[in-house]
């Protein structure tokens, strides 16, 4: 049993993919192409088994849905500085350019309670790119970030994992440029890629990033993707819920249809939100008001073959918080790899009695010698129902909340032993390799 990664497995879907020959649809999640194509199947995206372990609590992100990859879908297709789209009624947002950091406009609202998305759509399109990746399986396209102005790209692994040996990367920028892109390093364990653009251009936009960590439920998001290959979509929602463990796993399909030798397993502590995402918006940007990037859209909810077969976005979309994707992606532009933190326990789904009631948790089941765990005195048995007062209530939730940490990083885990709680302090160490 491998150390921190005691969780529920389920399979992954494919990004929007053209493939070189019409694929039959075989199962119930495929969805039809717009008129250059049938579409192949978009992937399992079913339900993960039934746990072995009952819980309460909230465990919607890691037991009651599967996650799919997204990349793409069919919402309105929307131009940067389109006008109609905010009301006569709602106080001017202004956007001002960022000179010293050289990123892309921060907007101020005039009104709190209704964005103008107009000005926040023409300060973000310019540092949104689309992404078509060439093997000899198929064709597919996704969405990136420009992440400085070097001609660093971040997107989802998922989107250019297809492109090793003899594949190809198409980077086209918000004004029809295109640009021809190689990998630089990618992390399967968080879904995280950066690209480089061959001859970058001295203009390029980066992104300016914001602070996932004061978002707060509610909060006004947008969408800004390459769905369906419809570059510069927008699409707007809210923050539906954060720390969300969001699971989507291996055994992996590729995006052109092949079985993968192996898989990762990516668990994201996720930004859940109710814009519209679908698969193309794969490595696409979920920004705030302003306009500060402050998740990578990365995956979709599923309802599966038993439940109307439906596929595409249904109103639960999840984004890797910037503030994990701007640690990974400074890694990989520096080594091309990345380091991890990490516990040193198994852990599995269970129920405790807390005081008066019961509550989920994460039980550990062994403990790794000389980690950080057992130099902090854990012990199998014990239940961790929270990381620095989050409510961890299943395995999957506790590995998500480490993996959005560092090593070095300290954390406090809240456990409940013999029947009593306690406080554990521990610093994380780097993942060892495998």
């Keep these: 049993m491998a150390p921190d990664n005691e969780t529920q497995q389920i399979p992954e879907a494919d990004y929007y993919s053209r493939p070189a020959a019409p694929v039959p649809s075989t199962t119930s999640t495929a969805t039809s192409m717009p008129p250059a194509g049938p579409t192949p199947p978009l992937g399992p995206g079913s339900r993960p088994q039934p746990r072995r372990d009952g819980r309460l609590g909230q465990t919607l992100g890691a037991a009651l849905i599967a996650a799919v990859l997204a990349s793409g879908g069919t919402y309105a297709l929307t131009h940067a500085g389109e006008q109609g789209s905010s009301s006569s009624t709602t106080p ?23 964005p103008d ?17 060439t093997t000899a399986q198929g064709a597919g396209a996704g969405s990136g970030v420009v992440f400085d102005d070097q001609g660093h790209v971040l997107t989802n692994n998922h989107v250019v994992e297809g492109a090793g040996g003899n594949g190809s990367i198409t980077v086209t920028l918000s004004d029809g440029r295109t640009y021809a892109a190689s990998v630089v390093g990618t992390d399967p364990s ?29 909060a006004p998001v947008m969408a800004v993707g390459n769905p369906l290959g419809l570059s510069g979509t927008v699409t707007t929602g809210i923050v539906s819920a954060l720390n969300r463990p969001v699971s989507t796993g291996s055994p992996s399909e590729s995006p052109f249809g092949q079985q993968q030798s192996s898989g990762n397993e990516v668990v994201t502590n996720a930004i859940q ?24 859209n990365s995956s979709i909810a599923s309802l599966g073959q038993s439940q109307g077969s439906q596929s595409g976005n249904i109103g639960i979309g999840f984004a890797i918080p910037v503030k994990e994707a701007k640690s990974i992606a400074d890694q990989l532009i520096s080594s091309g790899k990345a380091q991890h933190a990490f516990l040193g326990v198994s852990t599995r789904d269970t129920v405790v009695t807390d005081g008066n009631a019961k509550r989920a948790g994460a039980q550990v089941v062994s403990v790794s010698g000389g980690t950080p765990a057992a130099n902090a005195g854990m012990k199998s048995g014990d239940v961790v129902i929270a990381v620095d007062g989050q409510r961890v209530d299943s395995a999957t939730a506790l590995v998500a909340q480490i993996r959005e940490m560092k090593a070095g990083d300290k954390t406090t885990l809240t456990i409940i032993r013999d029947g009593s709680r306690k406080d554990v302090s521990v610093t994380l160490a780097v993942k060892p390799a495998g």
């Design 92 to 114: 001017t947002a202004t956007a001002t350019t960022n000179t010293n950091q050289n990123t892309s406009p921060t907007v101020t609202q005039g009104s709190s309670t209704a």
């Design 190 to 218: 968080t879904d995280l890629a950066v690209i480089k653009l061959s001859g970058a251009p001295k203009d390029l936009v980066p992104i300016s990033l914001g602070n996932s960590d004061s978002l707060k439920v509610g």
């Design 273 to 296: 939100t109710s814009a519209a995402i679908n698969p193309g918006n794969s490595g696409g940007a979920l920004v705030n008001a302003k306009g500060e990037l402050v998740g990578i």
């Design 117 to 133: 998305w107009t000005t926040v759509a023409g300060a973000v399109s310019p540092s949104v790119v689309s992404i078509d990746v």
